[in-house]
């Protein structure tokens, strides 16, 4: 069965960079979902979209944002990025925005 | 404040005997909830969910208990299998996120 896809799988920026994460959702899977897990952390909650409007937002910072395209893909635009951004970033679907939540492989982000 | 809680940070259990891992939430508000298992370099895969209008859930080896009352929930997987060493985390629906507690990791031994 066809799941998450995120890209790239791991990427390394320095101190200032700017990042873009990519998210793929399941096909026919609506509602999209972005979590930070950094290390020996549970996954945080940072955005969710549906039906290509953000639906919920939690602890986002404000040099982040994010959005679903028309395909319902997502982007999780990173800029002037931290050291203490160095996270997993997971991206998971669901069918209805209160369906259980499927997750992608999330992509390693290292800044140095 | 941690709003779910899973207070044992690791459990060792032998094969073919139970586990049980366990997790207490605050808010007495919160109704769904779910157990996720993770693999290292891997996201988290859904296991199994409970509404607050249920006290039990069962899907194979795989069993959540919700004690409302208590603000607790319980996942029990019988036989225990060396492929469910893993880490578990539990998680409550808030809206449309997800609140994760801080995982149990087990381990179990052939």
């Known amino acids: 069965a066809a799941g998450v896809i995120q890209s790239p799988r791991h990427l390394i920026k320095e101190k200032r960079e700017t990042a873009t994460l990519k998210c793929y959702p399941i096909p026919r899977h609506d509602t999209v979902y972005w979590y930070q897990q950094g290390p020996g952390q549970d996954p945080q909650f940072l955005i969710s979209f549906y039906e290509k409007m953000q639906s919920d937002k939690g602890s986002i910072p404000d040099r982040f944002s994010a959005q679903q395209f028309s395909d319902y893909h997502s982007e999780l635009n990173m800029s002037s990025l931290e050291l203490g951004d160095s996270a997993l970033y997971f991206c998971a679907s669901s069918p209805t925005p209160k369906g259980e939540q499927y997750f992608g492989p999330g992509t390693r982000l290292t800044v140095t | 404040d941690q709003q779910v809680k899973q207070n044992s940070p690791s459990l060792s259990v032998q094969e073919g005997r139970i586990s049980i891992l366990n997790c207490d939430y605050t808010n007495s508000m919160f109704d769904y909830f779910l157990w996720y298992k993770k693999y290292p370099a891997e996201g988290p895969t859904f296991l199994i969910s409970i509404s607050s209008i249920k006290d039990k859930n069962e899907d194979g080896r795989f069993t959540v208990f919700l004690n409302k009352s208590a603000k607790h929930l319980s996942l029990h997987i019988v036989p225990s299998q060396p492929g469910d060493s893993a880490v578990y985390f539990c998680?409550?629906?808030?809206?449309?996120?997800?609140?994760f507690g801080k995982g149990t990791t087990l381990s179990v031994s052939s």
């Open positions: 998680a409550v629906r808030a809206g449309t996120a997800l609140i």
